[in-house]
């Protein structure tokens, strides 16, 4: 009881500053309160509210977020969790998927006969739990913030209730994501017993002050935590869930996953990383051991991803195959941040290029799905341009710059991971990732002979795109060509970012 006498006050007392830091986090909870309850307020359709609430929750938040970016780090409830740029950064991710998701889901949901107020309450408390991951300073608020999303995100994968595919991509999500977060778990319970704190700056200290002290208790928990990251980013090994719940989940579920989820573990996992010593504070034995892993890792995911990718004729299955070599090229940013002069900014800038070149992809193949998530396959592109001409141009910009081809955004990103790589000397890399790279121009160039060089198949369905949809997509290509033909403001953005931590 005393303890808890000293610790309550520190805990519950914010000063004006840290409020303000806190901002869009509260907007974001009290956002996906007030839809829960207008969602079962019998006098009024629940729709359209708690479309709109959701919607202004994620704007209001997002423009909170952009004000804070330029402020101050602030450590709030006794270091557990921190306020910095990169937080705020990385909250504007979250919020714009979020954001996007809504928008392209709206029709989604009316076409297929699930337009339930629960699916917003979840993508935005799946959002909040994304925000938390990446500020939290502490193991276990860690663990709280990724189960949050993590159980939101096992739901919304399997939204549509009355599919067996569905259902199927929800269970082997459920059930592997649970021993992933056990293993997570279990490895932050290991480093306690090696330092005697789950505060990561702690952590750090104790790793400093006591460098021969370490007992191979911290390396096994250390390698666990790693494990459990780099199943949450379908790195190979741990890839192989990826496909059939990209699959099986609903179109615009899968966008979200592969942008908001993938950039929450991916900015989480660079803030551990540097917390606990990676690259300056633990010993060379445990540093050259995780470097190896993650050096394995990075090769197999990035020539995994791309060769399997060549075989796949369901949409949904390439860009999940895409996704993971993509994973690849990010490890690479982080496996060369500790010894390159841009630090891990590659690293941060590719994350956010490719979260809006592959939300864009996904709200337009949410758009072309048939009912049950069918006709995503390449011959179901067949003429598309013909009926569609500007939903096939901005799909072009999309594949042409996760492709790598200039002057999208994605080169700009490629292109800063692979020489930052090389200043850091991982040359077999850089010319593995490159390779991979190429690779991949076929597999992103087939979708669009499919759509401009092949007679339609049968009478295509008229698509009506949605003012939501068109929104967001128009958002994503702004975003992909403008930080393609301009990309200095974002390379010093992410310089930025990455100085907070």
Known sequence: MEALKTIQPDLLTLSQDQFNCLVPYFTVFAGTCLSILLSVWGAIKAKWPVFLVASLTCLVAMVNSLVLIQGTSQSLFNGMMVSDSYSHFFNLIFLGSALFTIFGSFRYLDEEKMQHPEYYVLVLFAALGMMLMTSAQDLIVLFVALELMSLCVYVLVGFRRNDRKCNEAAMKYFILGSAASAVLLYGAALIYGATGSTEIHSVLKFVQDHPQSLNPIFGLGFSMVLFGFLFKVAAVPFHMWMPDVYEGAPVPVTGFMTTGLKAAAFGTFVRVLLAIGYGKG?????????????WVSCALTMLVGNFIALTQVNLKRMLAYSSIAHTGYLLLGILSGTRSELGFAPGVMYILIYSAMNLGAFVILTLLSSEGDSKLNLHDLSGVARRHPWLSFAMSVFL??????????????????????????????????????????????????????????????????????????????????????????????????????
């Open 400 to 501: 042409l710059s996760m492709a790598g081809i200039p002057p999208t955004a994605g080169f700009a990103a490629k292109y800063l991971v692979f020489y930052s790589a090389i200043q850091a000397n991982e040359i077999p890399l850089v010319v593995i990732g490159v390779l991979s790279s190429a690779v991949s121009v076929f597999y992103y160039l087939r979708v669009l002979v499919y759509m401009y060089m092949r007679d339609p198949v049968g009478s295509p369905p008229v698509l009506r795109v949605s003012l939501w949809s068109g929104l967001a997509i128009a958002s994503m290509i702004l975003i992909t060509i403008e930080v393609g033909v301009l990309p200095e403001q974002m390379i010093d953005l992410a310089k930025r970012v990455v100085l907070s931590l």
């Open 282 to 294: 633990i010993s060379s034995a445990i540093q050259s051991h995780l470097h190896d892993i993650l």
